[in-house]
């Protein structure tokens, strides 16, 4: 168990709608992650949040939105859905800033766009 | 944008015997390079990292090997055991950032 929690686990959808994932980073960490899995796809990085601020950004499209509250957690609000955003998305935290620290994945939250 | 180049994409191994997964990086300004492992339906968890003031790193059966000039570094696991089988994450961080790139992941397969 790594100490990062996400909700919720499974989450089946329709087209063009909007959904929330959480992630509740492990106890003292500061930084969190978002990742999308696809299919026989690698971990393709989405976003970095520090403290409540955005530090770094990937390839995260327009539709997909997050935040980091003040009591750390994060959500990854992901809008418009389309079936290729079907994917395992993972949420991981580390201790600072720096992407060069350990990162601690969530068990991920799958979702479906049917 | 630059890329982690991981191979091969699925290995086969008897048990015992020795897995070796590759990976090539782009030019990095962070020395940093991590190695993760994933169990099906769980999330990717550390395994092995190394930051290259040595050009190896071993841990039990894991070792990290190290190639600078190559930009090249690769996972050896020894005595490979069916308990091994996972997908394989090689990272490196990319440009003069040090946000992580994944590589493409190897699925291992280890038979008794």
């Known amino acids: 168990d790594s100490g990062v929690t996400q909700t919720p686990k499974h989450l089946i959808t329709a087209t063009g709608q909007r959904v929330t994932l959480r992630c509740s980073p492990r106890?003292?960490?500061?930084?969190v992650y978002w990742y999308q899995q696809s299919l026989d796809q690698g971990l393709q990085f989405l976003i970095q949040y520090y403290n409540g601020e955005e530090r770094a950004k990937g390839n995260i499209l327009e539709r997909f939105s997050a935040q980091q509250f003040p009591d750390l957690h994060s959500e990854l609000n992901l809008s418009s859905l389309e079936l290729g955003d079907s994917a395992l998305y993972f949420c991981?935290?580390?201790?600072?800033?720096?992407?060069?620290?350990?990162?601690?994945f969530g068990p991920g939250t799958r979702l479906t766009v049917l | 944008q630059q890329q982690v180049k991981q191979s091969p994409q699925s290995l086969i191994v008897q048990k015992g015997g020795i897995s070796i997964i590759n990976c090539a990086y782009e030019?990095?300004?962070?020395?940093?390079f991590p190695w993760y492992q994933q169990f099906p339906g769980k999330g990717p968890a550390l395994l092995i990292a190394?930051?290259?003031?040595?050009s190896e790193k071993k841990e039990g059966r894991f070792t990290i090997s190290f190639n600078k000039s190559a930009k090249q570094f690769s996972l050896h696991i020894m005595d490979s055991q069916p308990g091994d089988s996972a997908t394989y994450f090689c990272?490196?961080?990319?440009?003069?950032?040090?946000?992580?790139?994944f590589g493409t992941g190897t699925r291992l397969q280890v038979f008794p």
């Open positions: 106890s003292g960490d500061l930084s």
């Open positions: 190394i930051r290259p003031d040595v």
């Open positions: 991981a935290s580390s201790g600072s800033q720096g992407g060069t620290d350990t990162q601690y």
């Open positions: 030019n990095t300004a962070f020395d940093y």
């Open positions: 990272a490196a961080p990319q440009g003069n950032t040090d946000k992580l790139i």
